[in-house]
């Protein structure tokens, strides 16, 4: 009874009583993962076609993170392998077609589009994962591919199901070459998390089967069972990777979104009371493993249903879930392109506006679920265009940071020094210096500026003090939202690259200017 109390109160008309009444971190929590999965396979978000200019790819992803950042995002998560392709220029696989228009073709000398795409999203205080699909190769049977595709150096290390061309997950040097393939872009860009979607072994196809028994008999590990092998040969892959990422920057997170369901309770007693797709028997997809071995810092499991879908209840698998969290982060993936589709869906919940904005609240009373990621960013500019509305003005409308990983790093840093500000014609203009270095070396990778109304409780752990967070090492700030002849107090703190935050530096007061008498 006090959850549905506490989820009414959250509706989108929330009354000043319910405000005083309703702890903040309900309304506005101050650690919340809020991601977007922005695809590029067949240009189905970003680039809006292959082909386009440089200056146009650049205004167009632009255009994507303002819209993410209106609506209270903190994470876009980037698809920079779609098929053995790279949307990164460090790459030991050919350029996407998806970005020129031809497998192979490079865009303009000088431009990286996964670079460009990490500093366009830090100084929005926004994290970077790049997303990987390890083992698809091709999209169709009659995909043309470059020279220099693996499919054509290597066609001994694939398998084809259903026309399409996978990597083989049982072949070792295949997982050696999918791992190499992933720290390229962990050593070799600034981002913040590696990202698996649901694609290991491919989703079935009646009357075909996958061609791997050579491989079995060639390679068995000690397995007898081929279905026990597959999940091993996708263990395999995850334990190594999540050794090699944290091997070179422990700061970098690994994360995967598998599909919702891991086994049902018909299959396994651990398994969740719901009646569909098993990611274990199906997809070889031992997604709870991972979790529970802390293979993963964080599981982000597909969870594309409503709440009244019959084999697969949206709060079914959300707390299973939150049951099955073993100390590491879930983040629920919600399907917003799923909205005003319930006929063709055959799920008339989602012809509903709150479909998604009740799924919010039902995680927000979970203090095992740490945020959302939504598929796909389109989606907020069709049929999720009422979502956003709802997440800029009421669920997101305040900022929040990622949530820590103390298994990464629980090391505080060191405050700002010397907090200054002064009050300009243009606003007011906040200046300070870089923290020393903590005890782990780290001194600041981003910071949180907060500010206060003359009079106000100075309280750093309320998100609606939050003004700006950036994840830049830029020690200023023009605050040009401030009202003339008005006194503010302002305080900042330092976020290290796990988004720890050290004690705040300040409150400094300051008078911003009267406006100028008109002769």
């Given at each position: 009874?006090f959850?549905?109390?506490i989820?009414a109160l959250?509706?989108?008309?929330?009354?000043?009583?319910?405000l005083?009444?309703q702890?903040?971190?309900?309304?506005?929590p101050k650690?919340?993962?809020r991601g977007?999965?922005v695809a590029t396979?067949a240009?189905?978000?970003?680039?809006?076609?292959?082909?386009?200019?440089i200056?146009?790819?650049k205004q167009e992803l632009?255009?994507?993170?303002?819209q993410h950042?209106?609506?209270?995002m903190?994470a876009?998560i980037?698809?920079?392998r779609?098929?053995?392709?790279?949307?990164?220029?460090?790459?030991?696989?050919?350029?996407?077609q998806?970005?020129?228009g031809?497998?192979?073709?490079?865009?303009?000398?000088g431009?990286?589009p996964?670079a460009?795409a990490?500093k366009?999203a830090h100084?929005?205080?926004m994290e970077?994962?790049?997303?990987f699909?390890?083992?698809?190769?091709?999209m169709?049977?009659?995909?043309?591919?470059?020279?220099d595709h693996?499919?054509r150096k290597?066609?001994d290390?694939?398998?084809?199901?259903?026309g399409?061309?996978?990597f083989?997950?049982?072949i070792?040097e295949v997982r050696?070459?999918?791992?190499q393939?992933?720290?390229?872009?962990v050593?070799?860009?600034?981002?913040d998390?590696i990202?698996?979607?649901?694609?290991?072994y491919?989703?079935?196809?009646?009357?075909?089967n996958?061609?791997d028994a050579?491989?079995?008999?060639?390679y068995p590990?000690?397995?007898?069972?081929?279905?026990?092998?597959?999940?091993?040969n996708?263990d395999?892959l995850?334990?190594q990777?999540?050794?090699?990422?944290?091997?070179y920057k422990?700061?970098v997170?690994?994360?995967?979104?598998p599909?919702g369901?891991?086994?049902?309770?018909?299959?396994?007693s651990?398994g969740?009371?719901?009646?569909g797709?098993s990611?274990?028997a199906e997809l070889?997809?031992?997604?709870?493993?991972?979790?529970?071995?802390?293979?993963v810092?964080?599981?982000?499991?597909q969870v594309?249903f409503?709440?009244t879908?019959?084999a697969?209840?949206f709060a079914t698998?959300a707390d299973?879930?939150?049951?099955?969290a073993?100390?590491?982060?879930?983040?629920?993936g919600h399907g917003?392109?799923l909205i005003?589709?319930?006929?063709t869906r055959?799920e008339?919940?989602?012809?509903?506006p709150n479909?998604?904005p009740?799924?919010i609240?039902?995680?927000?009373?979970s203090?095992?679920?740490?945020?959302?990621?939504?598929f796909?960013?389109k989606?907020?500019?069709?049929?999720?265009?009422?979502?956003?509305?709802?997440?800029?003005n009421?669920?997101?409308k305040?900022?929040a940071?990622?949530?820590?990983?103390?298994?990464?790093?629980?090391v505080?840093?060191?405050?700002?020094?010397n907090l200054?500000?002064?009050a300009?014609?243009?606003?007011?203009?906040?200046?300070?210096e870089?923290?020393l270095?903590?005890?782990d070396?780290e001194?600041a990778?981003?910071?949180v500026?907060y500010?206060?109304n003359?009079?106000?409780?100075?309280?750093?752990?309320?998100?609606?003090?939050i003004m700006?967070?950036?994840?830049?090492d830029f020690?200023?700030f023009i605050d040009?939202?401030v009202?003339r002849?008005?006194?503010?107090n302002?305080m900042?703190t330092?976020?290290?690259r796990?988004?720890?935050?050290?004690?705040?530096?300040g409150?400094v007061g300051v008078?911003?200017k009267e406006l100028?008498?008109v002769?």
């Amino acid at each position: 009874m006090f959850k549905l109390i506490i989820y009414a109160l959250l509706t989108v008309i929330i009354t000043p009583i319910s405000l005083i009444a309703q702890s903040p971190s309900k309304i506005a929590p101050k650690r919340e993962f809020r991601g977007v999965w922005v695809a590029t396979v067949a240009n189905i978000d970003w680039p809006s076609k292959p082909g386009l200019s440089i200056d146009q790819q650049k205004q167009e992803l632009i255009g994507l993170l303002e819209q993410h950042k209106a609506n209270g995002m903190n994470a876009i998560i980037l698809q920079v392998r779609p098929a053995a392709d790279a949307f990164y220029l460090k790459s030991r696989e050919p350029w996407s077609q998806w970005l020129m228009g031809k497998q192979g073709m490079a865009p303009a000398p000088g431009y990286d589009p996964l670079a460009f795409a990490i500093k366009e999203a830090h100084s929005r205080g926004m994290e970077l994962h790049a997303w990987f699909n390890p083992y698809r190769a091709t999209m169709s049977a009659s995909a043309v591919v470059s020279p220099d595709h693996m499919t054509r150096k290597r066609p001994d290390l694939f398998f084809v199901y259903g026309g399409k061309k996978q990597f083989d997950p049982g072949i070792p040097e295949v997982r050696e070459y999918i791992v190499q393939v992933i720290l390229d872009v962990v050593k070799g860009y600034d981002v913040d998390g590696i990202h698996f979607d649901d694609y290991f072994y491919p989703y079935k196809i009646a009357g075909q089967n996958i061609n791997d028994a050579a491989t079995f008999n060639k390679y068995p590990n000690g397995f007898s069972n081929i279905a026990d092998w597959r999940r091993n040969n996708v263990d395999l892959l995850i334990k190594q990777l999540d050794d090699s990422i944290h091997h070179y920057k422990k700061y970098v997170k690994f994360g995967v979104s598998p599909f919702g369901i891991w086994k049902n309770l018909s299959e396994d007693s651990l398994g969740s009371a719901t009646n569909g797709l098993s990611n274990y028997a199906e997809l070889y997809a031992d997604s709870r493993k991972w979790v529970k071995e802390g293979w993963v810092d964080y599981i982000n499991p597909q969870v594309y249903f409503s709440f009244t879908r019959r084999a697969a209840p949206f709060a079914t698998i959300a707390d299973w879930w939150t049951n099955n969290a073993f100390g590491r982060h879930v983040y629920i993936g919600h399907g917003a392109y799923l909205i005003h589709n319930g006929s063709t869906r055959k799920e008339a919940a989602w012809a509903f506006p709150n479909q998604i904005p009740n799924q919010i609240r039902h995680i927000r009373g979970s203090n095992l679920i740490q945020g959302s990621v939504f598929f796909s960013s389109k989606s907020f500019s069709t049929v999720a265009r009422a979502l956003g509305d709802s997440l800029r003005n009421n669920y997101y409308k305040y900022p929040a940071l990622p949530p820590q990983m103390p298994w990464l790093d629980d090391v505080v840093p060191n405050q700002p020094l010397n907090l200054n500000a002064e009050a300009h014609a243009d606003g007011v203009h906040l200046k300070w210096e870089r923290p020393l270095k903590a005890s782990d070396g780290e001194t600041a990778s981003g910071y949180v500026i907060y500010r206060f109304n003359e009079g106000e409780k100075i309280d750093v752990l309320d998100a609606r003090n939050i003004m700006r967070i950036s994840f830049e090492d830029f020690p200023s700030f023009i605050d040009t939202n401030v009202e003339r002849g008005k006194r503010y107090n302002y305080m900042v703190t330092a976020l290290d690259r796990l988004k720890n935050e050290s004690e705040p530096s300040g409150p400094v007061g300051v008078q911003t200017k009267e406006l100028a008498s008109v002769e």
